[in-house]
């Protein structure tokens, strides 16, 4: 879907007609333009999610 809103804003379409076109609302169209714009394809990928891969502090002790 990213990679197809950034194409339609490629042939000057406006944000309206690509989010009728994509089927997006269109904050999204704008999110994504305005990654694309700023981070060029690399503001196309997820960011990554806070704490995703962390270890607890502390692990929950075993009990028999």
Do not use: K, Q
């Amino acid at each position: 879907m990213r990679a197809r809103i950034i194409l339609a804003c490629a042939r000057g379409l406006s944000n309206s007609e690509v989010s009728r076109l994509v089927g997006v609302s269109l904050p999204t169209v704008g999110t994504w333009r305005s990654r694309f714009v700023v981070h060029r394809v690399d503001g196309l990928y997820d960011e990554p999610v806070p704490f995703e891969n962390s270890v607890p502090a502390t692990r929950p002790a075993h009990t028999r």
